[in-house]
């Protein structure tokens, strides 16, 4: 069975097939580094890097590249609010992208690539657009002219005419506009007072957005790649501006698989600043009680990648929740296997469960249904932990026990999701003679039926880590 992908370009899933044989090349657009990165840059970077690792387990052999927009209007005003330049805010805010990505546990990319290093390759393109009529100069300023290409909206769906007929009733500025169209966009602005600028054959200038990713793309790659990734919100104007750049050069198709991840919402509204529901991921993460990074990355696999995430109370509990019973499930190893006379050696991964995983990965990467499979394996290790303290043994095979297990650790990790030490170090604060002593008092309180007192007892042992077991006959068990 091969993967399948659904393509935004022809709306609909496609197997999945490379340019060349088990090698994939994957382009992801970056942040524009004037910012701390928020939750929807969280939602789309854990989306990327599961898919990456994922067709990496698969076999192939991915080459992974992201860019930063480190040129833009966004910066300069930070610069300016900040009373900085352009490359200081640049560079505090991309240092701060690797903090916050490595928090998650996403990868590195293989190769990290700056429009501010791309200029020639952007000039050079601009230039091969304005010889074939694609684009002109004006002013200083190069423009792409949208009309001339002829398959523009072809991402997005959006036709020229009904942008045009939707544009009525508009009124339009005192200042001549210096475009041949209202629909063309810039490649290369003209240089502004105070602001970075570049030597250009059209004059001292700085490039537009668009044409940074469509140069960084060809410099790293060359005409075509498997898969160009980004948010939905990205779709249009900046991918299809891309695609229309690219192929008006080259005449090929700059992606054959084009993905995006659906927006993140807060309580059912978009995330924005002006609304005061902007979070951002070290703010998420540093909540006295936020969850962890591997809660975050399960928030994010538990809805499907394409569709909007809503970030709520709720559901960041019930991530929590869950992941705490995938990790005492990854944790099951380290805490029973001795118990049950493992080996360090690597067993067979259990087959049936690694198929019903691809099944769910290789179906668009359907995360919710591959964790649906992991916790599956959890629940089971959970409650064979369980009997292991209360009743001394499981009721399996310890050698199918330790098959379960590694099959876990290893699908979880396929998923970016990594085991984290269950924290006891509260249970080694009370010695065991204080243990039975607070039980001895518990059983005084209940015989009294001082009930209140009771449970007092058991919530102040279960505070320092106490588990406390009451069997028949009066019998009270515990363990740490």
């Known amino acids: 069975m091969s993967v399948a992908i659904y393509n935004t370009l022809s709306r609909q899933k496609e197997a999945f097939k490379t340019l060349t044989e088990n090698q994939v090349t994957m382009y992801c657009c970056g942040v524009t580094v004037y910012d701390y990165c928020h939750l929807g840059h969280a939602r789309s970077y854990i989306v990327w890097d599961t898919i990456r690792r994922y067709l990496a387990w698969r076999g192939y052999r991915v080459r992974y590249i992201q860019n930063f ?22 560079k505090t805010y991309t240092a701060a ?8 546990n996403i990868l590195e990319a293989d190769e990290y690539t700056y429009a501010t290093r791309t200029i020639d390759g952007i000039k050079h393109l601009i230039h091969e657009l304005e010889q074939k009529g694609y684009a002109y100069s004006a002013e200083g300023d190069v423009y792409y002219s949208v009309r001339q290409f002829d398959g523009y909206g072809k991402l997005s769906g959006r036709k020229l005419d009904d942008m045009e007929a939707g544009r009525s009733g508009r009124v339009e500025t005192a ?13 290369w ?34 005409d075509t790649i ?69 809660a975050v990355r ?53 087959s049936a469960v690694v198929e019903q995983f691809q099944t769910s990965m290789d179906d668009d990467f359907n995360t ?34 330790q098959q379960q297990w590694q099959t876990l650790t290893q699908l979880a990790g396929v998923l970016g999701l990594e085991a984290q030490a269950i924290d006891s170090t509260s249970a080694g604060d009370i010695s065991d003679a204080d243990v039975d002593s607070l039980i001895a008092q518990r059983k005084a309180a209940k015989e009294a039926k001082n009930y209140a007192e009771s449970d007092r007892i058991r919530d102040e042992l279960s505070q320092q880590g106490i588990t406390l077991i009451d069997k028949t006959g009066g019998v009270t068990d515990w363990h740490r």
């Open 69 to 90: 927009t480190d040129i833009d209007d966004k910066i300069l005003n930070r610069a300016r609010k900040e009373n900085s330049s352009m490359e200081a805010v640049a």
């Open 97 to 104: 992208y690797f903090e916050d990505m490595a928090r998650l």
């Open 175 to 187: 200042e001549r506009s210096i475009k041949q169209d209202p629909f063309d966009f810039a490649l």
């Open 189 to 222: 602005k003209s240089a502004k007072p105070d602001e970075p600028a570049w030597e250009s054959p059209w004059g001292p200038g700085r490039p537009g957005w668009h044409i940074e990713c469509s140069a960084m793309v060809r410099d790293r790659f060359g």
């Open 226 to 294: 498997d898969i160009h990734v980004g948010g939905a919100d990205l779709q249009f104007p900046h991918h299809e501006n891309e695609i229309a750049q690219s192929e008006a050069a080259t005449g090929k198709p700059l992606a054959t698989y084009w993905m995006h991840n659906g927006m993140v919402n807060v309580d059912g509204t978009k995330m924005s600043k002006s609304l005061g529901n902007f979070t951002t991921i070290r703010n998420l993460l540093d909540a006295p009680e936020g969850p962890s990074p591997m």
């Open 298 to 350: 399960m928030f994010v696999m538990q809805s499907q990648y394409r569709m909007p995430l809503d970030f709520t109370e709720q559901a960041i509990l019930a991530a929590k929740n869950g992941w705490a019973t995938l990790n005492e499930g990854l944790n099951f190893g380290t805490q029973q296997g001795k118990k049950l006379g493992w080996t360090e050696q690597a067993v067979e991964l259990d």
């Open 368 to 401: 919710p249904g591959a964790i649906a499979v992991l916790f599956g394996i959890a629940k089971e290790l959970q409650r064979q932990g369980n009997l292991i303290v209360h009743e001394g043994k499981p009721d399996a095979d310890p050698a199918q026990l």
